[in-house]
């Protein structure tokens, strides 16, 4: 059975041209990038070539920005214990932030830091910023992976211009512009799964290196920011995906955009009962969050599964958990019957009606059931 | 997660609806963990079921757990159906997930509501 693959938001798969590296000769023959001989000094030029791209790929001025890690989670752990080394301040965070940026946080509360969640309005964005200083931090993510609201980041550095302003911009790489330097945040989480990159690999981008301080101590590799041997070959394949992620991002967003919007459609006329969750002034082009009314999500998920289309309950992180997601309970929006669909840049209109059509079926088929 | 069995359960449910008409007694249950419920009715005739249907707006387990119920109801002598458990359920649908158990609970509490009024 052909798969229809409509869970980005969780993890896409390889690009051609990443698979293609990661297959090559070259990429399995990598040394340690801190050995001196051949295959050393060929891992390690490629890391730095890699750094350099990235850094120009994401807008930060200097290539000593980026330190590379092994993905989304890590990024975010090590930006917040970067921010808020030693001693308790405050802190505020958005109430729709991935469990990677609230975990830390809460954990940071617990140190004796004052730690405020700040609420979302029905669209998920930002219902008012706190009074922020130097030295204070604050966790605002580019977009959300459950709605696709994108956020005003740009409000947010207003509120706080001296406060450590951290960015989860995990889910908004190749989807909508990003860009450092623009954003004016101190420290901007990537996670190449997201991106077409193998799993394993992210980056971490730092306004200032000097001021952050290690998680994970060692070898000392990544001027000593962030120790352990560095996955040369996962680091070229994010170059890879970043690099086509980014310089398609424009072309691919209006492309996207415009199957998203054509699946919206098929589902809110050929279902009864059906409720679009996110902003729609501000939403990843890719995502469409969507509640039907009386069936169960994790129901929906798994008929559909079987169908051979794949998509997501709420939260990936929460599915299974049986627990309401923290994101749409923060908006006011339905908890029950939520289904989050993400799509890939390149889904013809065959694939998105196909798709369409067994989302209407399998809604009506629960919707029997529960009669 | 589910065995092939709940699956075929939850894609091909059996005895779903709501019956209706004299002698048509009827049992709901809650999850309390997710809201999902449950809804069996049945009909007794000759000391036995004659007639089960379910209706159920929960989980995938939730529906498997329903239709494997109801399945082993049909036709059960009255004596026999009232020893209906969970774990018999659970023995039905094996291997079945730990994260689960509320939906068999649900399915089985919402059987025994019904057969009390028989
Ligand atoms: C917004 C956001 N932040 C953080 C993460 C965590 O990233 P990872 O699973 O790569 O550690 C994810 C993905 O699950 C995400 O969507």
New binding site residues.
């Given amino acids: 059975m052909t798969r229809i693959y409509l869970d980005h938001?969780?993890?896409s798969p390889w690009r051609p041209a990443v698979a293609r590296w990661m297959r090559s000769a070259r990429a399995g023959r990598l040394g340690n990038p801190s050995s001196l001989h051949r295959e050393g000094r060929a891992a390690r030029a490629l890391v730095e070539a890699a750094r350099v791209h990235i850094a120009r790929r994401l807008g930060a001025a200097d290539p000593q920005q980026v330190v590379f890690v092994?993905?989304?989670?890590?990024?975010?752990n090590l930006a917040i214990h970067a921010a808020t080394q030693g001693r308790p301040g405050r802190a505020a965070v958005t109430s729709i932030?991935?469990?990677?940026?609230l975990r830390p946080m809460a954990a940071l509360a617990q140190r004796g830091w004052q730690v405020e969640t700040l609420p979302v309005t029905a669209a998920g964005q930002v219902a008012g910023w706190p009074d922020l200083g130097p030295g204070d931090v604050l966790a605002v993510?580019?977009?959300?992976?459950?709605t696709g609201t994108v956020l005003d980041l740009a409000a947010a550095r207003r509120s706080a211009p001296d406060a450590w302003l951290h960015c989860?911009?995990?889910?908004a790489i190749g989807k909508i512009a990003v860009d450092f330097e623009a954003l004016g945040v101190d420290t901007l989480?990537v996670?190449?799964?997201?991106f077409g990159a193998p799993?394993g690999v992210?980056a971490l981008v730092v306004r200032d290196p000097n001021r952050i301080a290690p998680l994970q101590l060692g070898g000392g590799q990544e001027r000593g920011l962030r120790s352990g041997t560095q996955a040369a070959a996962l680091i070229e394949a994010l170059r890879i995906a970043l690099d086509e992620a980014i310089g398609e991002q424009q072309a691919r967003a209006a492309h996207t955009a415009r199957q998203r919007d054509r699946l919206e459609v098929l589902l809110t006329q050929g279902v009864a009962d059906v409720t679009v969750i996110g902003d729609p002034r501000a939403r990843l082009p890719n995502t469409l969050c969507l509640a039907f009314g009386g069936v169960s999500a994790e129901a929906l998920v798994v008929r559909l599964d079987a169908l051979g289309v794949a998509v997501a309950t709420g939260s990936?992180?929460s599915s299974g958990s049986g627990k309401p997601s923290h994101v749409l309970t923060a908006m006011g929006a339905p908890l029950r019957g939520v289904l989050r669909i993400s799509l890939g840049p390149d889904h013809g209109d065959a694939e998105i009606d196909t798709a369409g059509r067994h989302i209407v079926s399998a809604v009506a088929q629960l919707r029997r059931i529960a009669a | 997660m589910y065995s092939p069995l709940a699956m075929d359960h939850f894609l091909r449910p059996r005895h779903v609806g709501k019956l209706a008409g004299p002698g048509v007694v009827s049992g709901v249950a809650t999850n309390t963990d997710c809201g999902d419920t449950a809804r069996i009715t049945l009909r007794a005739a000759g000391g036995a079921v004659a007639e089960v249907a379910f209706a159920s707006d929960g989980c995938a387990g939730a529906i498997a757990a329903c239709s494997a119920t109801a399945a082993w109801l049909a036709g059960k002598p009255l004596d026999d159906a009232r020893a209906l458990d969970v774990a018999t359920i659970e023995r039905l649908l094996a291997p079945w997930p730990d994260a689960k158990k509320g939906c068999t609970a649900m399915a089985v509490a919402a059987a025994r509501a019904a057969l009390a009024q028989t």
């Fill in positions: 938001n969780a993890s092994s993905g989304g989670t890590e990024a975010n932030e991935h469990p990677a940026v993510m580019r977009a959300n992976n459950e989860d911009a995990i889910q989480s996670a190449g799964h997201k799993l992210g990936a992180c």
